[in-house]
T-cell receptor, first 115, second 115 residues
Framework: AQSVTQPDIHITVSEGASLELRCNYSYGATPYLFWYVQSPGQGLQLLLKYFSGDTLVQGIKGFEAEFKRSQSSFNLRKPSVHWSDAAEYFCAVGPFNNAGNMLTFGGGTRLMVKP | KAGVTQTPRYLIKTRGQQVTLSCSPISGHRSVSWYQQTPGQGLQFLFEYFSETQRNKGNFPGRFSGRQFSNSRSEMNVSTLELGDSALYLC??????????????FGPGTRLLVL
């Protein structure tokens, strides 16, 4: 069965500093990969997704992620964090055969931003 | 364009009761997926409906059921509520034809508390 691991439950960074959130997946083939963000009291918002092709994916709000097949990773990065980026971030995978809209989520990483 | 709407936003029930939650997708979207979010288990896929048919199902007991109407609105029902059913229930909608390649839009969720 596919699974997603986000090793860091909490991360604190200073405003303006760079950010990298880790995501590792376990799957027999290259799955569809996603990063979502959830602000308090809100639903999930898609930041970016990867299906195939260029392994560096650009998303909204200045985020990017890099797919590394050899490491089964899909880490999220941002060069300069803003206070408004404080939220919970979820990595997710979907089946490689695109059988439907079912996602398997990681446990999430809560990001705090220090002024 | 209006976003995904979920009603009610908050709900309190007692053990043994049943509950029905509603999700109105974005206009034109035919796929509706449901997720359960709890502190212990995280985000878990419940089921997906597309054009009134269940397309995928997660690993939940039969107490959890759903349906979709001809206008794409969806309801999920939980019978014989247990304390562990306390959670944030999220629904997501998308056009549905290209499945994971499309962006799924999440609603704000219904927070269910079972006493």
């Amino acid at each position: 069965a596919q699974s997603v691991t986000q090793p860091d439950i909490h991360i604190t960074v200073s405003e303006g500093a760079s950010l990298e959130l880790r995501c590792n997946y376990s799957y027999g083939a290259t799955p569809y990969l996603f990063w979502y963000v959830q602000s308090p009291g809100q639903g999930l918002q898609l930041l970016l997704k990867y299906f195939s092709g260029d392994t560096l994916v650009q998303g909204i709000k200045g985020f990017e992620a890099e797919f590394k097949r050899s490491q089964s990773s899909f880490n999220l990065r941002k060069p300069s964090v803003h206070w408004s980026d404080a939220a919970e971030y979820f990595c997710a995978v979907g089946p490689f055969n695109n059988a439907g809209n079912m996602l398997t989520f990681g446990g999430g990483t809560r990001l705090m931003v220090k002024p | 364009k209006a976003g995904v709407t979920q009603t009610p936003r908050y709900l309190i029930k007692t053990r043994g009761q049943q509950v029905t939650l509603s999700c109105s997708p974005i206009s034109g979207h035919r796929s509706v997926s449901w997720y359960q979010q709890t502190p212990g288990q995280g985000l878990q896929f419940l089921f997906e409906y597309f054009s009134e048919t269940q397309r995928n199902k997660g690993n939940f007991p039969g107490r959890f059921s759903g349906r979709q109407f001809s206008n794409s609105r969806s309801e999920m029902n939980v019978s014989t509520l247990e304390l562990g059913d306390s959670a944030l229930y999220l629904c997501a909608s998308s056009p549905g034809l290209d499945k994971l390649k499309e962006t799924q839009y999440f609603g704000p969720g219904t927070r269910l508390l079972v006493l």
